[in-house]
């Protein structure tokens, strides 16, 4: 029953303060990591650009996901592709792990997802319209 | 709580909050591209604007200045990401290229 009420549109608000939860902790986090980095002498940063696949997300939700993304001092959004679903992120700890950085997203892309639909697990393609 | 102790929490936020803009500061000139100066500095200055006004709500504490504190930390996270957003957009479309550590860079791959 847990795992339904969760999936069910009453446990909307309850997602969303998770969601918003989770999100400062890893706004926190991060800017304390630019921070350290900036103060220890002769450290460089290891920056890198991916492409994620962000297909199925309504207008609303790309423009929210773009906003989150920036906010976290450690990455930045530098370009959209709306015709292939695809956006171009900069990451500041990236180290040649392209892949790890894309997890991280799309895992901020899912949690956007459960924290924002009435029904995340239906997965349509659709998306809210606020 | 007594006052003492609400004017050291208070305090304390707004030197760490300066402290952050002063790390910024220092960001700006230390890092190597527009890129990273841009996802750096924006928002990490957010964070220490953030802490000062934390510090002043906790200060002078009153409800309407919790909400009023609350709106403005909000506005300043929105507007920094949309500017850093547009900066790094713009930098893009002018031709910036990022510093030559950037690895990889799937966006100069696929044009």
Redesign the interface.
Known sequence: MRGSFLSSPWSLPLRTIGFIGWFVWQ??VT?LQ??T???TPGR????????VKMDSLSDTELTIL???I??????????VDREKGEM?V?G?F?E?D?EGLRVALRQTHDRLIAGLRRNPEIGDSKGVEL | MTPEIVSFIGSAFMVLGAF?IA??A??LI????V??R???V???A??GVSFMIIGVVVLDYSTLNLIKGIIAIIAQ??T???G??ML??AS?MTGGK??E????????D?S
């Open positions: 706004f926190i800017s630019v921070v980095l900036i103060i460089k940063p290891a920056p890198g650009i991916v492409s773009i906003a989150l920036t906010i976290t001092p450690d990455t930045l959004v530098i370009a171009f900069h500041m990236v040649g392209a | 952050i790390t910024a220092i960001g230390k890092l190597p591209d890129y990273t841009t996802s750096a924006g928002t990490a957010g964070l996270l929105i920094s990401a949309i850093s957003f790094a957009r893009y990022p510093v550590t950037t690895v990889p860079d799937e966006l100069a696929q």
